[in-house]
């Protein structure tokens, strides 16, 4: 029993301690000397790229609290037309990459987009002298796609909230004499507060993090310079002194999110036992909310994705079929491995705390989550610095051997992919094993020890068995997000090899994406899977 305890331990520390290495990395070669590549980007374009990161920030934030607080309120206390529907429809738009959100209305509302081009029909306008039409292709335009995109985090946060909160309290409110409106920002809304700062906070780390989108729109921020620092200039050392500022930015938008609500303290959580039905809405109230509710779906959603069906139809002679099939297969490939790897990860913590139960024992666990907080852009730097100083070590090696230059093992490698997709969606496994685990009683631990088994008896033949449903999933969310990332692919892919997400934003970038419609409209689906899961656990914990 201790040799194996002692195996659990060694193994999840050594992986924790190699999940984390990449951001430790960041900080280590960030205090280091500046060069003259950061210094001119401090005195020149460093100021402006902080700037439309802050904007960006808070123009998604803002938006997204916009969309997604009135549509949680609506759905979670009032009767509307395709309720039922609605309620996961809302969440759809999540699945939806924003850089091809964002192509779809820039082809629309372009000068020669079908909008203009009708505009200019009906009004017999013949040039864009004669009218004002506002510019997508600007930050304020960028902020809308990303909000359009990334608000059902505050949706989903704040509709639970909302169904979650004792109807007692709302109705005194009522009796006091409050209207529905002010007994909602008095009482609802504030209580709401927790759920909504953390909705929010995901949204801001997700807008900050983002590089397909801003990089369309032509947007430059703090992300994009940590690309273009590292493509442009080949000057590994500034892209990490960029990336550690975006690290802290991240740290202390975590921090404030969780000092703002330090000492609040909810009472009386639960959905009181005389919960009535929702209230049904009549008049223009009935088609206000569902025009609202409707419309936000069919701009986020329904649209962009009639658009990639239109695309895929009209241009799927063009497309090249070999090219798709092949790209898959790299997608395929590395989520899978990916997938495996982490729930290797995930099963190791997770049983070491389960068996240690000490203070020490949650340090691994927790340890091996902090990749999930960081871009894409920022740990693919995290894990070149890492990867090349051991290329350069075996180099180095070799060559005092005479056993000649072997390469870039695994930085120039797909290792180097793969490292990003475990490090960063770790986390996701990690959760998904740690809740399965969680409900498996302690007392059937005991109950196995008094017939003689050890821990790994225990393992296989206890806790695998009734975990066996949360593996499956952890593997699932992990080979989906895997499947999708666009930032460290970008970054890290060797030469010669596509992802589905790579192949399409490259379309994206060319104003080709009709001709990847194919593969976009495949990332779309894979990203669908987890937001069903998601809003059936929703459903089931509230019925």
Not at 11 to 31: D, E, Q
Not at 397 to 425: C, E, I, N, Q
Request: include cysteine; aromatic fraction near 12%; proline fraction near 4%.
């Amino acid at each position: 029993m201790l040799e194996q305890n002692r195996f659990l331990k060694t193994s999840s520390w050594v992986f924790s301690l190699l999940l984390v290495l990449p951001i430790l990395a960041i900080f280590y070669t960030a205090v280091g000397e500046s060069d003259d590549v950061f210094g001119h980007l401090m005195s020149t374009v460093m100021g402006t790229y902080t700037l439309n990161t802050v904007l960006l920030v808070a123009g998604t934030v803002f938006l997204s609290l916009l969309m997604g607080i009135p549509s949680a309120w609506l759905m979670a206390n009032y009767c509307i037309p395709g309720d039922r529907w609605l309620q996961w429809a809302l969440v759809l738009p999540l699945a939806m990459p924003g850089y091809i959100v964002g192509y779809i209305y820039t082809d629309w509302f372009d000068y020669a987009g079908p909008i203009q081009l009708f505009l200019r029909d009906v009004t017999g306008w013949t040039s864009a002298a004669q009218y004002w039409f506002p510019d997508l292709r600007t930050l304020p335009g960028a902020s809308f796609v990303l909000a359009l995109v990334l608000h059902p985090y505050v949706y989903l946060l704040a509709r639970a909230a909302f169904m979650e909160q004792n109807l007692t309290l709302t109705q005194s409110a009522r009796l006091l004499g409050s209207s529905p409106m002010q007994s909602f920002m008095r009482v609802s809304l504030p209580l709401a507060r927790p759920a909504i700062a953390v909705g929010a906070s995901l949204v801001a780390m997700e807008a900050l993090g983002d590089f397909g989108t801003v990089n369309y729109f032509a947007v430059s921020t703090l992300t994009t310079a940590v690309y273009d620092t590292w493509l442009g200039y080949s000057n590994l050392n500034a892209a990490a002194k960029i990336s550690a500022i975006m690290l802290v930015v991240i740290f202390l938008l975590i921090s404030s999110e969780r000092y703002s609500r330090r000492k609040q303290k909810l009472f009386s959580q639960n959905v009181s036992a005389d919960k009535i039905a929702k209230a049904p809405l009549q008049g223009k109230y009935k088609v206000l909310a569902t025009v609202w509710c409707w419309g936000l779906f069919a701009i986020a959603f329904l649209a962009p994705l009639g658009q990639l069906l239109i695309y895929a139809w009209d241009y799927h002679s063009s497309s090249s079929i070999e090219d798709f099939i092949q790209y898959s297969f790299n997608s395929l490939y590395v989520s899978s491995i990916a997938a495996v790897i982490a729930l290797a990860i995930a099963l190791l913590v997770n049983f070491y705390r389960r068996f240690s139960a000490t203070p020490a024992s949650n340090v691994p666990l927790r340890m091996s989550s902090l990749g999930y907080a960081v871009p894409g852009t920022v740990l693919a730097i995290g894990v070149l610095i890492s990867l090349t100083s051991i290329d350069h070590a075996i180099n180095d090696v070799a060559k005092a051997m005479d056993w000649g230059r072997p390469g870039l093992l695994f930085s120039g490698t797909m290792f180097a992919l793969l490292t990003a997709f475990v490090v960063r969606f770790s986390a996701v496994a990690i959760g998904s094993v740690e809740s399965s685990l969680a409900k498996v009683s302690p007392s059937l631990d005991m109950a196995a020890r008094t017939m003689g088994c050890n821990a790994k008896s225990i393992i296989k033949r206890v806790q695998l068995p009734l975990i066996r449903r949360g593996c499956l999933i952890a593997m699932l969310l992990v080979f989906i997000e895997s499947m999708k990332e666009l930032n460290a692919a970008l970054l890290l892919r060797p030469f010669n090899f596509e992802t589905l997400a790579t192949y399409v934003f490259n379309y994206a970038s060319d104003e080709h994406l009709e001709y990847a419609a194919l593969p976009a409209i495949l990332l779309v689906v894979v990203g669908l899977i987890p937001l069903i899961m998601i809003n059936r656990s929703l459903e089931q914990s509230h019925s």
